[in-house]
């Protein structure tokens, strides 16, 4: 049964952290490999000239909604043991907003 | 220099790598706890005091406990490792400040710092950035983190124009 170290009560453990690294590494390796570390294809996506941004980002968002789906239907992983982050709507537009117009100046 | 890889393979790709995190761990993806972390840490060598008494990053150092030893700020080490490792492997590493044609570099880092200072801000008021909120929130289909992914493209195309020159 997954998440397996939630279930094997591990969260914050040295095993944990050191997935985090792992993780993380392979995080680093699909963003420059995608070119999401390059500033300029970032700032494409707001004036239309690149928007590989865009597609990797749905195509991410896509397949890791399919396969949670898949495995929570399944039986596998039980999603009501995975972080979601808390509703605050007013904060998260204010946010959004605030972060969009410094992505585009900083190209982050 | 190689080519990027084609987005959309990229693109599943992360997919799997924010599945096996869920699946693994129970949690997402993050980019911007690592550097709100580190910042506070910094700071909080140099005023104490000051940093202690925040609202929002007391609770790093609450109980003698030291903000870096969090998973999100072993997850950015690992990013930055396997970034660096994917510039390695497929010919990218330099120097360089990379910019748009119209800019100098002295004005790109002006824009990139002051960019980068509204998206720390706003990384810490919508609880996380484009990776904690708008990958992985998403990809649970959390209602919140959609409104701010949508807020963020908003925000986005709403300034373009404003700041053209520095990419264009």
């Known amino acids: ?108 | 220099m190689k080519q990027y890889t084609n987005p959309y393979i990229a693109g599943i790709a992360l997919g799997f790598v924010l599945f096996a995190s869920f699946l693994l761990c129970g949690k997402g993806l993050g980019g911007s706890a690592s550097l709100a972390r580190l910042s506070a840490y910094l700071f909080h060598l140099v005023a104490p005091n000051h940093v202690n008494s925040s609202e929002y990053f007391g609770h790093y150092f609450a109980h003698g406990k030291n903000p870096l030893n969090f998973w999100l700020v072993y997850m950015g080490i690992g990013t930055l490792l396997g970034g660096l490792y994917s510039t390695f492997i497929h010919g990218r590493s330099k120097v360089e400040v990379n910019k748009g044609p119209g800019i100098s570099v002295k004005g790109r880092l002006i824009y990139a710092l002051a960019g980068g200072i509204l998206v720390g801000f706003a990384s810490r008021l919508g609880l996380g950035c484009t990776s904690g909120q708008g990958l992985a929130g998403s990809a649970m289909l959390s209602l919140g983190s959609w409104v701010f992914l949508f807020a963020v493209f908003f925000g986005g195309y709403a300034t373009a124009y404003f700041v053209k020159d520095g990419w264009l």
């Open chain 1, 1 to 108: 049964m997954a998440p397996i170290l939630k279930i094997a009560h591990m969260a914050n453990s040295p095993v944990d952290f050191f997935l985090a690294v792992c993780i993380g590494f392979f995080f680093g390796l699909v963003l420059e490999s995608g070119g999401l570390a390059n500033c300029r294809k970032i700032a494409g996506v707001f004036y239309l000239y690149d928007v590989t941004v865009v597609k990797v980002m749905f195509s991410a968002i896509l397949t890791a909604m399919l396969l949670l789906y898949a495995t929570s239907s399944l039986g596998v992983l039980d999603i009501s043991l995975l972080y979601i982050p808390d509703t605050f709507i007013i904060s998260y537009i204010l946010a959004g907003i605030i972060l969009g117009i410094g992505m585009v100046m900083g190209g982050y």
